[in-house]
């Protein structure tokens, strides 16, 4: 356990830590600033979480006290093997929130209620706990010191009449110390001793020196690297609420330092403007770093989602090829086959407009399926060269379909934008292509392109199948009518040749 006598204190602090392990009811707050992660601004973190655990070193060193301890973490908690028959540990998290867990801490009576923050949850409980005769010892993440705390108390939800309990406020900070390289005496102005005598006035007993008043001032050398402060000390306000005092005043506490060279006289005549200036400045900092942190934010979110879209585009072409895949296999039909292929083509590149033609006698062609244009179409008979096209990667295409008259934008209602012509070849031999266009998008992404490119093999070997297939059932069908024909031939041809 960490002790006060481990870093820099006033003698006076002894006297007031030594007091405050003797107090046995009502509640004990340590207030200091969180640390917050330093954004530019030059708030120093209050050191009070390190002042927490020394003032409950020193509390715990009562060998016969038994205590609860309730907090976030379980690193807060940790306690000494000598003290762990005495001392049981809470940890409030999720489901078990402080309230909860100071609640299941009571139920075993401990002399002792430690918590290691007041919020609006745990400051209720914690005050009804103190009300009941425990003890409780506190942290509060406050700037504020001595009595202001109470108001500070009620914005957690501390019902006014439970204030009361507030026993004493041990309010911490870290101030920045004269560069001891640098600093040499100062003797102060009229204007700063007035200031000063104005700031000890309200002091129990005036501290306000008869003689001749030294204090340091610091220009500022290579080892300060010419701010002339160096280092840091605590400084500390202790109040007692019942019968309310300051027992040790933050206003004697600076002067003291200032005294031994530690503080300059301006930074404790300005103290609490400058303490005002820091924590807005931190404020401000924090407020910028959130407001970066929620734009990266955003920029991964958009990443995420154009991702996931691509993601979503390969999945969808998994499905088409896996359809057509199947189609191979099952479909014989080959208007149905062809229809969904446009469909597929149309939601593989987010395309609206796409036409389907297949080869049919030499130098013509027929449109055999469409999307996105007018169904009338279907059947039409283009001539059409497929020597250029044949095989290879889609190609870009512009301009209006072969079959389909031009029309203004005005009248059609669109413009073609981007457009791709893709072959269907298979086994060398060119069966037909599609035209797959949009209104929307200037271009397709290089991505869309190669999977059309992918779609349009297995669309070709379907398409090559289900023809051929076509083609024998025709056969199939003529042969059968042949049969037909035959049989009825026979069937009214005399059975006996004529003698
Ligand atoms: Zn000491
Ligand atoms: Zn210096």
């Known amino acids: 356990m960490l002790k006060f006598d481990d870093f820099f204190h006033?003698?006076?602090?002894?006297?007031?830590?030594?007091?405050?392990?003797?107090?046995?009811?009502?509640?004990?707050?340590?207030?200091?600033?969180?640390?917050?992660?330093?954004?530019?601004?030059?708030?120093?973190?209050s050191g009070r979480s390190t002042m927490f655990r020394a003032l409950l070193g020193t509390i715990l060193n009562d060998a016969k006290l038994t205590a609860a301890i309730v907090a976030g973490q379980r690193d807060t908690v940790r306690v000494g093997r000598a003290q762990q028959r005495r001392v049981r540990a809470y940890v409030a998290q999720g489901e078990r929130g402080y309230a909860g867990q100071i609640a299941r801490a009571l139920e075993r009576k401990p002399d002792f209620l430690i918590i290691d923050r007041l919020d609006s949850d745990s400051a209720?409980?914690?005050?009804?706990?103190?009300?009941?005769?425990?003890?409780?010892l506190a942290q509060l993440?406050?700037?504020c010191r001595g009595r202001e705390v109470a108001h500070h108390l009620s914005d957690h939800g501390v019902a006014p009449e439970l204030v009361a309990q507030l026993g004493w406020v041990v309010a911490v900070e870290r101030l920045p110390t004269l560069c001891r390289h640098c600093r040499q005496p100062a003797a102060p102005s009229a204007g700063q001793l007035e200031e000063l005598r104005d700031m000890l006035r309200n002091l129990p007993n005036s501290a306000f020196p008869a003689g001749e008043i030294a204090c340091f001032s610091a220009p500022g050398c290579k080892h300060c690297e010419f701010r002339g402060r160096l280092g840091d000390v605590a400084v500390f306000d202790i109040y007692r609420a019942a019968p309310a005092a300051a027992v040790l005043p933050r206003e004697l506490y600076l002067w003291e330092l200032v005294q031994r060279g530690m503080l300059a006289l301006d930074d404790m005549l300005s103290h609490d403007a400058q303490q005002l200036y820091r924590t807005y400045h931190q404020l401000s900092h924090s407020a910028e770093a959130l407001a970066e942190a929620n734009s990266s934010l955003q920029r991964n979110i958009a990443q995420l989602e154009s991702a996931n879209r691509v993601l979503e585009q390969r999945t969808a072409a998994l499905r088409s090829l896996q359809d057509i895949g199947q189609a191979l296999t099952r479909s014989t039909d080959?208007?149905?086959?062809?229809?969904?292929?446009?469909?597929?083509?149309?939601e593989l590149c987010e395309a609206d407009k796409v036409i389907l033609y297949l080869a049919r006698a030499r130098g013509e062609a027929e449109v055999l399926a469409v999307h996105g244009w007018q169904r009338e179409l279907l059947g039409k008979r283009v001539p059409l060269d497929f020597a250029p096209a044949a095989g290879g990667e889609p190609a870009n295409f512009s301009g209006w379909p072969p079959g389909i008259s031009e029309q203004h934008a005005d009248l059609a209602g669109f413009t073609l934008r981007a457009g791709l012509r893709v072959a269907l070849?298979?086994?060398?031999?060119?069966?037909?292509h599609m035209i797959i266009q949009s209104t929307q998008k200037a271009r397709f992404a290089p991505a869309e392109v190669a999977l059309v490119g992918a779609f349009a093999d297995h669309a070709a070997l379907a398409i090559r199948r289900a023809d051929l297939l076509d083609a024998r059932l025709r056969q199939e069908?003529?042969?059968?009518?042949?049969e037909m024909a035959r049989r009825v031939q026979q069937s009214v041809l005399p059975r006996v040749f004529p003698q």
């Open 124 to 136: 209720p409980a914690a005050f009804a706990a103190a009300k009941n005769g425990v003890c409780v």
């Open 425 to 432: 070849v298979s086994e060398g031999q060119a069966l037909g």
């Open 334 to 346: 080959l208007t149905d086959l062809v229809g969904r292929m446009c469909q597929r083509a149309s």
């Open 141 to 143: 993440d406050s700037v």
């Open 10 to 45: 006033l003698p006076q602090l002894d006297d007031c830590i030594a007091e405050l392990a003797r107090v046995r009811q009502g509640m004990i707050i340590i207030a200091g600033l969180d640390p917050r992660p330093q954004g530019g601004g030059d708030l120093l973190p």
């Open 477 to 482: 069908r003529l042969e059968h009518e042949l």
